[in-house]
């Protein structure tokens, strides 16, 4: 797990990473189970980008990448890949959302997330902060393992590092 400072890139073996979270990667998306949490981490105030991609082998012929409107990649439309390509938790987009597509109803978990990541999560450290780390769901302090945090539909996550945000954000975006 990296214990840097951020920003946190997307791991380029986040299929692999999967794994070692527990998931179980397939050759294309389930939509039996479709839910979608919100990330966001700040660090004194600023944003940090929850990159696109994470759990998601972008390198795939079979894995579509299309120009968002701001510029960025986007990653999906996976109709089949030869071998596992997709974890079923996942980015698609730097927008924070994270993806939950499976074939059955079973919630994931923040730090499963953070695993396909590569990034420390713990009780006290994100990366590599260790001090100063809050962690908010739906707008309220969240005092418990953020590991364990279950990603419903629309929750709303934030990690405030140091000075938190002017507003810490409470809602799902729409």
């Not at 946190?8 to 397939?26: E, K, M, Q, S």
């Not at 030869?82 to 730097?94: N, R």
Request: charged fraction near 20%.
């Amino acid at each position: 797990m990296r214990t840097t400072r951020a920003p946190w890139p997307r791991p380029n073996d986040t299929v692999a990473l999967a794994h070692v979270a527990g998931l179980t990667p397939r050759t294309h998306e389930f939509f039996a189970y479709h839910v979608h949490a919100h990330l966001d981490v700040f660090v004194n105030g600023q944003p940090v980008r929850v990159p696109a991609g994470v759990g998601i082998n972008i390198a795939d012929p079979a894995v579509h990448r299309g120009r968002l409107p701001d510029g960025t990649l986007g990653f999906g439309g996976i109709k089949m890949c030869s071998k596992p390509c997709i974890s079923p938790l996942h980015t698609h987009d730097d927008s924070g959302i994270l993806h939950t597509e499976s074939q059955r109803a079973h919630p994931n978990r923040l730090g499963q997330f953070f695993v396909e990541w590569r990034v420390r999560l713990d009780r006290s450290c994100v990366g590599g902060y260790c001090r100063d780390v809050k962690v908010y769901v739906d707008g309220k302090q969240y005092t418990g393992d953020p590991r364990s945090i279950t990603l419903i539909d629309h929750k709303d996550i934030v990690i405030a590092i140091g000075k938190p945000p002017a507003v810490i954000p409470s809602q799902f975006p729409q």
